[in-house]
């Protein structure tokens, strides 16, 4: 099996910063590509930020930062400058191949971020 944790949720002050963490860990061969994912109400999942497995990255919001740590299988979101807009729960997803070949794509529970004073 593979599995994928978060952690980091919480609640900050409006200008504060918070970092998300996504662990993805199990029989893995290979990680295609780990994001940040935010769904409002009645409304999509919207990305905030990927990672590949080559470094190349993607973010909707130049606040934010995605990074990765190959070594743990884990992604780190970092978010700077929060405003009580930003409050919502964020969502991991990693996609990749098991080390039978199958693939897997995977989503988490979902953290919640508030922003509020």
């Known amino acids: 099996q593979v599995q994928l944790v978060e952690s980091g949720g919480g609640l900050v002050q409006p200008g504060g910063s918070l970092t998300l963490s996504c662990t993805v860990s199990?029989?893995?061969?290979?990680?295609?590509?780990m994001g940040w994912y935010r769904q409002d109400q009645g409304k999509e999942r919207a990305l905030v930020a990927l990672?590949?497995?080559?470094g190349s990255t993607q973010n909707a919001d130049p606040r934010f930062t995605i990074s990765r740590d190959t070594a743990k299988n884990t992604a780190y979101l970092r978010m700077d400058s929060l405003k009580p807009e930003d409050t919502g729960v964020y969502y991991c997803?990693?996609?990749?191949?098991?080390?039978?070949?199958?693939?897997?794509?995977?989503w988490g529970q979902g953290t919640q971020v508030t922003v509020s004073s």
């Open positions: 997803n990693a996609d990749g191949l098991r080390r039978d070949h199958y693939s897997f794509d995977l």
């Open positions: 199990g029989d893995i061969f290979t990680i295609s590509a």
């Open positions: 990672i590949t497995n080559a």
